[in-house]
């Protein structure tokens, strides 16, 4: 018997007792995945479609936030690199995932464990890659939890057993070296997942596949995907042009498209300076990298995309970042951060840029990004040899790859920004392929501080289209874990410290905080069980970005471990 056939067996009577409250069909009610709010449930990886990672719960409000006490935790397996996911919540009952891939149902209002499921992996192969272990997210649909294995799988399980009804290989990871570490994205009948790896040398593809059998039904690649985009693509290029979708996009009803962020092409720091329209590396614009593009959900076809940064010469992909979807002025829009530090305003018919603002200060790769077109002003082209003054950001980004707040109710979108740099060395490569696929990065690195002060980090509040800032709160370690705004005109922000924070969503004033004890890098919800709201966060630390913290900050994140993880979950007291 199994490690998950025996769970199985010790848990039966107590999944039949928890699930008779659960309902996870409602995952898929197209009311509630298209409403602004998600309600007691938490039911896709952004909240819902609107991507506002905004709770319509004000049972916890401003007034008594000060009350909040630990309901209670959960420690999964195997944590290496802590918790990176944001967990799910339907019916009453909590989903999320953690590293090599597992996954756990609990019961939302006490803690127990419902099921768990270890899928077998390739652990030779899982301990070659370097985006591995972890996992960042789940997706419920069709009755069935979907998760993304890093040795290149799309698994589809009971979400009432977590029972394996089905399990597809989508991608040659022994020959990629990738596999998949971002959440999947249900939509109607198609299950939406995007491979990891602009480091590598690939061409990125999203797949849909079909949510019932785990057929697979349409690849798109985002490295020369299109006949249009291959032209882009100096020579042979394109055959080891990097790319991929790693974070979940989403999507659009209204026009029947799925929104997908898109990585940097590889190598991810070129030589060819300004001449890279005909030389160096990759010469040209290198499409649909460091993009967003808009794909039909039925047929993988590509109906309109914008690249935020043509030629990507810095590491500063799209794939990080939401796509709030908001209305204003008779105009819809969609507003997606890059992690270059900049946030761009599209219309969401077109991908035609509405406007373009800034979210941090230190950024010299450009000198400005045009708002009215787009187009990169003053680029900083690199060539061989030392980079002089340092790059900034650094390629941990001005914007990182969780993700931001909007709040319906006062009109205010908060983001975290990180203000660092790095001294930087470009060498020239060549892409290695055999026995199987090597990081291609062209350069040595260094994260330093920036021009204007220590690194550190900010939460500001601004206005989403505008940019126009109403408060901002400073942090000396960057924060790297996602933002909540709840009803309960309420802001979460778990920190690298260990700290979360809850903040007047009107003020910024700090109403409550709570250290968990070890810096958090993942998604924080809210939702409802037994008729209480409870808030959840996955507190753990180890990511490739937070490696970085030793070097520039020492303490705490020297002593900091990087293998172990809780759930922690927070209602009022009574």
Not at 58 to 79: C, S, Y
Not at 248 to 261: A, C, F, K, L
Not at 478 to 485: D, I, K, R
Not at 533 to 545: D, E, F, N, R, S
């Amino acid at each position: 018997m199994t490690f998950h056939e025996r769970y199985l067996a010790g848990c039966a009577a107590l999944a039949v007792a928890a699930l008779v409250t659960a309902s996870p069909t409602r995952a898929q009610d197209a009311a509630s995945l298209n409403a602004e709010a998600a309600q007691n449930d938490w039911s896709t990886y952004h909240g819902t479609y609107k991507s506002y990672h905004y709770s319509g719960l004000d049972q916890i409000n401003t007034g008594n936030v000060k009350n909040l006490e630990v309901a209670w935790m959960h420690f999964p397996e195997r944590a290496t690199r802590g918790i990176q996911s944001t967990p799910l919540a339907i019916g009453g009952v909590l989903y999320y995932s953690g590293s090599y891939s597992r996954v756990y149902a609990l019961d939302g209002a006490t803690g127990k464990t419902i099921w768990s499921y270890a899928p077998e992996l390739d652990e030779e192969l899982v301990a070659k890659q370097t985006h591995s272990p972890y996992n960042r997210g789940i997706a419920i649909g069709h009755g069935n939890l979907y998760v993304g294995t890093v040795d290149g799988r799309l698994i589809a399980l009971d979400v009432k057993t977590g029972k394996q009804m089905w399990d597809t290989k989508l991608l040659d990871s022994k020959k990629m070296t990738v596999g998949f570490t971002g959440a999947p994205l249900v939509v109607k009948d198609m299950v939406i997942i995007g491979a990891q790896g602009g480091e590598w040398p690939h061409r990125g593809p999203i797949f849909g596949v079909d949510g019932k059998s785990g057929q697979k039904k349409w690849e798109f690649f985002t490295v020369a995907g299109t006949e249009e985009a291959k032209a882009t693509w100096g020579g042979d290029s394109w055959r080891t042009g990097g790319g991929g979708g790693w974070m979940p996009g989403t999507y659009d009803p209204e026009t029947n498209s799925v929104w997908w962020g898109t990585g940097n092409p590889a190598p991810l720091y070129d030589w060819a300076g300004a001449d890279w329209k005909k030389s160096g590396p990759r010469p040209g614009d290198n499409l649909y990298t460091t993009s967003v593009i808009a794909l039909d959900p039925d047929t993988g076809k590509l109906k309109f995309y914008h690249q935020e940064l043509p030629h990507d010469a810095w590491d500063f992909d799209s794939s990080v970042g939401e796509f709030v979807m908001i209305d204003r002025g008779g105009k819809k829009l969609v507003v997606h951060a890059n992690k270059g530090g900049h946030v761009f305003v599209y219309d969401r018919s077109n991908a035609k840029i509405e406007n373009v603002w800034p979210l941090v200060k230190n950024i010299n790769f450009v000198k400005s990004i045009d708002p009215k077109t787009g187009e990169l002003i003053g680029r900083r082209d690199l060539s061989e040899g030392k980079v002089d003054p340092p790059l900034c950001p650094a390629i941990m980004g001005g914007i990182s790859w969780n993700s931001g707040a909007y709040s319906p109710k006062n009109g205010l979108f908060y983001r975290i920004g990180q203000e660092w740099c790095m001294e930087l060395t470009v060498e020239k490569t060549t892409p290695i392929l055999e026995p199987m696929a090597q990081l291609n990065i062209g350069a040595t690195f260094k994260p330093v501080a920036p021009p204007d002060g220590p690194a550190r980090g900010h939460l500001s509040a601004r206005d989403p289209v505008t940019g126009a800032k109403k408060w901002e709160v400073n942090y000396k370690y960057p924060p790297l874990a996602s933002v909540l705004a709840t009803a309960g005109n309420l802001v979460f922000v778990p920190d690298s410290e260990g700290v979360v924070h809850a903040y007047n969503a009107d003020t910024g004033e700090e109403l409550w905080s709570r250290n968990n004890g070890m810096g958090h890098n993942a998604g924080i919800i809210s939702y409802m069980a037994g008729g209480k709201q409870y808030i959840a966060v996955p507190a753990g630390w180890g990511t490739l970005v937070g490696d970085e913290f030793v070097a520039l900050f020492g303490e705490p994140f020297k002593s900091m471990p990087k293998n172990t993880g809780a759930l922690v979950v927070f209602t009022l007291r009574q």
